[in-house]
Structures are given as C-alpha cells and as structure tokens.
C-alpha cells in the first residue's frame, strides 16, 4: 500500500523558522516490465531539488541510486524506475519526500551586483554578521549543531538553543532602516515564500510576529531572504524585477524598528556530502550564504563593509541585467 510521509521545510536564520509548502507531488504508476515508474508534479514557477528515500524496499531493484536526490522543473518529471527482483516473492516500498527550492548544482554568481534594497538616494547604515542557529533534534541521540537548513517530518519537534557565529555558515546583511520603510527587491526573482507580519498580529506568537519575511528565488538557483517586515506588498508565485517595492520594513512588536536583514543562500552539494554522517536518514538538507555585493552611489559595484553608510541608486543596466531584449524593450518603454 502506498504511504506518503509530507516533508515540511524549515529554513533556520537567527530566531527564525520557516516552514514552507510542499509543492512537489510524487505519484507511481505500474509500468509494462511489471515494476514501477515514479513522477513528480512540481506545482512552483521554479526548479526544486527533491528528495526521496524509502523507509521499505523489499525485493526491488531501483534503476537510479537511492536515496533519490534530484532537480524537477515546473510541471511533471519522470524520477526513475523500480523493478521486481524476483516476482515469485512478496514486495513492499514505502517512501517519504521533501523539497527544497534550488537546484542541485546551482551555478551562483558571486559577483553579481545587487540593488540597495531601499529608496533611491535614501543612505543606510549597515551591520554585516555571520550567524547560525544550534539545533536539537528530538528524535536523534545526539545534537545536529551544524544545522542551517532542516526538513523535519510531521510530529518531530525542534528545540531552540543559543546562538554561536560561524563566518562559514549563515551570512546576512542588516540595514538600519526605519519603521514602514519600504524595502525594494535586490534582485529579479519569483516570490516563493512569504510570511507577514500582519497576518500574525492575531496569532499569540509574539515570536512570530517578529520573524516576519520573504523569499525571493533567483535566476542562478540562489535564494535572496528578506527579513524584518511589517507588510508584504507581492504575493508568492510573483515575478518581480531589481527595484520592485516588495515590503515594509518593521515588525508589530518593536514598531520603532525597522532593522531589514538580506541574505543570499544556495543549495551546497559538498556541504551537503561533508556532512553525510549527520544526514543518513534523509533529515538534514544544507545550504551555504554568499557575501553578496552591491552597487553603491559612493563607490559602484564591492562588498558592503560592516558600520558604514550607503547610499542607494538605481542605474538601469543593473535593473535590466538578467532581461531579455524583448523584457527590456517593453520595460525601457514602461519607465521612459
């Protein structure tokens, strides 16, 4: 009998966790050799990395290596086959899943050169920090400390710790904005996942409530995360270009603040395989945080240094970088 075990994700960024929804759906059919062919409908605007790894499988030979990790564009995807070792005997599968936005071997762009995520001719000051969450899992003996992303399956719980800085881990950017600010996107990207403020005002989780945050997925399969909003001005699934309004920045707990952190994050394969140990049964997904750079009024296109004070500007060979001539044509003759 079929059994299906949903994967949430959680992605992890100081005191904050964030479940997303599954948009990957895997289905089986019986095939003509007498065995099975696996499908995966992936319901997002973006490529996804999927996992699958069986928790039965009983006298069956699968056609790939397993556990199955694997990209799945938008649409349906064939995953692989399994077969009957021998058909005079019984057999029996079972599988679990998670997905992660991303792709397997992403080809990011260290040097791509990112909007100030704030007005043009605003200046911000920034604070740059190297941070990671220590996590617990409940249901292994001992402590996964090297945790920037997890999945977990429903009904395990996380605890969580104190925080340590690790410059090899999670990267993020602040910028000392001021309550009800408006945030502008870094980057071109699809909005995958959005969580705001308001919608939790209601809610009792005062630790909720000031989590609020969005995520934007990129062309070169990197996630841009912005957090510390008030409001959420896209809806998920949206494309957006560099310098859209996308938030507010605040939170309804400290209305006086309007601190916006920025982080770019990948899908890290050889994080992933370092760490192999603590990632057997499929319950540790990583990723990595890049130093992103941005383009600055006072000095063009570097790195962002920690203290200083920036201000914002617009060229629009940056806005229009990842355009085609047509998306261009039609947006030159938009803002002309």
Same mark, same amino acid.
């Given at each position: 009998m079929k059994k299906l075990v949903l994967i949430i994700a959680c992605i992890l960024i100081f005191k904050t966790v964030l479940f997303a929804q599954i948009n990957v759906q895997v289905s089986f059919t019986k095939n003509t050799k007498g065995g099975y062919s696996f499908y995966a409908y992936n319901n997002s605007d973006v490529k996804e990395i999927l996992h699958l790894y069986f928790t039965e499988f009983d006298n069956l030979i699968a056609s790939t290596k397993l556990p199955y990790y694997g990209d799945v564009k938008p649409g349906?995807?064939?995953?692989?086959?399994?077969?009957?070792?021998?058909?005079?005997?019984?057999?029996?599968?079972?599988?679990?899943?998670?997905?992660?936005?991303?792709?397997?071997?992403?080809?990011?762009?260290?040097?791509?050169?990112?909007?100030l995520p704030y007005k043009q001719g605003d200046s911000v000051k920034v604070i740059k920090k190297n941070m990671v969450e220590r996590i617990k899992y409940t249901d292994t003996k001992s402590d996964s400390d090297f945790c920037p992303i997890l999945y977990r399956?429903?009904?395990?719980?996380?605890?969580?710790?104190?925080?340590?800085?690790?410059?090899?881990?999670?990267?993020?950017?602040?910028? @000392?904005?001021? *309550?009800?600010?408006?945030?502008?996107? &870094?980057?071109?990207?699809?909005?995958?996942? %959005? =969580?705001?403020?308001? /919608?939790?005002?209601?809610?009792?989780?005062?630790?909720?409530?000031?989590?609020?945050? @969005?995520?934007? *997925?990129?062309?070169?399969?990197?996630? &841009?995360?912005?957090?510390?909003?008030?409001? %959420? =001005?896209?809806?998920? /699934?949206?494309?957006?270009?560099?310098?859209?309004?996308?938030?507010?920045?605040?939170n309804i707990v400290y209305k006086d603040k309007g601190k916006l952190s920025f982080s770019v994050s990948y899908y890290d394969e050889i994080l992933k395989h370092k760490f192999d140990s603590a990632n057997a049964t499929g319950k540790i997904f990583f990723y990595s945080y890049i130093n992103p750079m941005f383009y600055t009024k006072e000095g063009g296109v570097n790195f962002l240094e920690d203290g200083k004070t920036y201000t914002a500007a617009y060229p629009e060979e940056i806005i229009t970088r990842e355009m085609t001539k047509k998306e261009r044509k039609r947006w030159l003759k938009k803002h002309s």
């Open positions: 349906y995807n064939y995953l692989f086959d399994i077969t009957i070792e021998n058909k005079l005997l019984a057999h029996n599968f079972k599988y679990n899943i998670g997905a992660f936005y991303g792709c397997l071997k992403p080809n990011v762009d260290l040097n791509y050169p990112y909007l399956e429903t009904g395990n719980e996380f605890i969580r710790k104190d925080y340590s800085l690790d410059s090899n881990v999670m990267r993020s950017t602040f910028f @000392l904005l001021n *309550y009800g600010d408006t945030i502008y996107a &870094a980057r071109r990207g699809v909005v995958t996942s %959005v =969580l705001s403020a308001e /919608k939790l005002e209601n809610s009792n989780d005062t630790f909720l409530a000031k989590i609020s945050s @969005l995520s934007i *997925y990129q062309n070169d399969c990197s996630l &841009a995360t912005y957090m510390g909003i008030h409001n %959420v =001005l896209v809806e998920n /699934k949206q494309h957006i270009e560099a310098g859209d309004p996308i938030a507010l920045a605040g």
